[in-house]
Nanobody
Framework: QVQLVESGGGLVQPGGSLRLSCAASGIFFSIYTMGWYRQPPGKQRELVAV???????NYADSVKGRFTISRDNVKNTVYLQMNSLKPEDSTIYYCNSGGNLHVAGSGWGQGTQVTVSS
């Protein structure tokens, strides 16, 4: 059974940086597409960044040039480096497994809160 555990969220000032991590178990990690999604209040969950098994990436337009997704197949971990954070980036971020570059898979973590505020 897939287990995804996120960490690294927190409170940061506008313009600051955070690095989210998602440790995966129960899956053959190296062949899975992994992604980060977020759900702003009152809105549907949305794609933030996705990385395929061969490290092809896809980003939401709103985060291009500010966020970077990466993976470590030895540590079974996917990362999201978030720079130049804005207040509108504030929400819960979820790790996802088993989807493709445009559609989420069925595996979800519990989420980690990111708050960007002065």
């Amino acid at each position: 059974q897939v287990q995804l555990v996120e960490s690294g969220g927190g409170l940061v000032q506008p313009g600051g940086s955070l690095r989210l991590s998602c440790a995966a178990s129960g899956i053959f990690f190296s062949i899975y597409t992994m992604g980060w999604y977020r759900q702003p209040p009152g809105k549907q969950r949305e794609l933030v960044a996705v990385i395929s098994h061969n490290e092809v990436t896809n980003y939401a337009d709103s985060v291009k040039g500010r966020f970077t997704i990466s993976r470590d197949n030895v540590k079974n971990t996917v990362y999201l480096q978030m720079n130049s954070l804005k207040p509108e980036d504030s929400t819960i971020y979820y790790c996802n497994s088993g989807g493709n570059l445009h559609v989420a898979g069925s595996g979800w973590g519990q989420g980690t809160q990111v708050t960007v505020s002065s």
